[in-house]
């Protein structure tokens, strides 16, 4: 088992990099449709319509990217400053200045964002593969990484209601985007002090691994993901599409169902806090039980904590504050899991040369499952006539409901069958 040392400053190093990419992907992710539909008059429906083609280009643009990274791997520190460029411009442009129509524009900046993005967490992961070989140390990796991401999430859901009380509301993203360039910076520092070490771990696995090729095109990398990791992307693919779904819709369901818009910024940073909390349970219960049976008690856990929301109505701010804290807690698990997982895979069947291909499938289906909740939730609320930031007809603020909660924690359930009839059932125990 390899080899290049993980230690506390070489993991502080590397998942810095995972802080601006949070900060960035929040308003990204989430706030942008809201933004555009309330500020900008776009529909739902269009905006849903926009984002699934912006997924359609994803298909076959994460993998490509994938594959490039595999082949150019000596050119990581490189391709983390294009895309740290790229978003950085791409975010600022998306939120502070719409040159043609609005439409038009959202598309273009989100889909370079988006782009920028992928590259980003696809070079970062595929580093992290190649670093070592110890299961444990994988998941101490992801869990640095996504621990650092949700420090960013923190930080970028508080700060447009800092910066509204400080400076002019029309320059609020204005001065987000220039934190973000900061932040950018920060990370990309870190990132290129901590790659000589990355870069001597790749030569390390390459002489272990000098009996396979060092490359191979596109779709031998996509034929050599074995059975393991297919199904992983399915169960992946399906809880993070139960993720994504209220992620769409979390500032409509606040503002319009819960009239609490002004507690938007604490409800999220409640959830992200409650999952940076629960991320070290996750890692011990992986430790004694395994991955697998440990992400299952995490959906489990979420299901209980959220289904609660479906419920709620006006005015119930205590009860989905408790909401938060339940099903942030199994967010940890989510974060952390999924990428160990495919680690160990990619070591357990020796892909190492089509690390980026597999974490470009990886990126995929997070990014495919926010396409489908957005072509999904957007226009079902369009339908039902629900309008953003207006006064909704209780037939309207129901579908909502059953759109923010109910399908959500019906999907986490079918996701943990999944993931028990997969790898559970079928081992006493796997790590």
Known sequence: MSSMAVTPKSLWLYGLMALPMAFAGFPLYVLAPDFYATQHGVSLTLLGALLLSIRLVDAVQDPLMGWLIDRQHGRFGLFMIIGGIVLCLALAGLFNVVLISAPVWFLLCTLLAVTAHSLLGITLGAQATLWTRDPNDQTRIAGAREAFGLIGLVIAVSLPSLLSKTVPKETVFLWYSGILVVLMLLGLWAFLTVAPTLRRARQQTAQQTKDIPEHGSIFLGLRALPVASLRLFFVYGVSMLASSIPAVLVIFYVRDLLGAEDLTGPFLLLYFLSGALGMPLWKKISVRYGKHRAWFFSKILAVFGFVGAFFLGAGDVWPYAVVCVVSGMALGADLTLPPSLLSDD???????????????????????????????????????????????????????????????????????????GFFIRTSKRTV
Do not use: W
Not at 370 to 390: C, E, H, R, T, Y
């Open 346 to 420: 990619i070591h357990r069947h020796q892909n190492h040369r089509f690390s980026g291909i597999h974490y470009a499938c990886l990126a995929f289906m997070t990014k495919a499952s926010l396409a489908l909740a957005s072509v999904v939730a957007l226009p079902l609320l369009d339908a039902a006539g629900f309008k953003p930031q207006a006064v909704n007809t209780p037939e309207a603020l129901g579908v909502l409901s059953l759109g923010y909660a109910f399908i959500p924690c019906l999907l986490k359930l079918i996701a943990a069958g999944f993931l028990y």
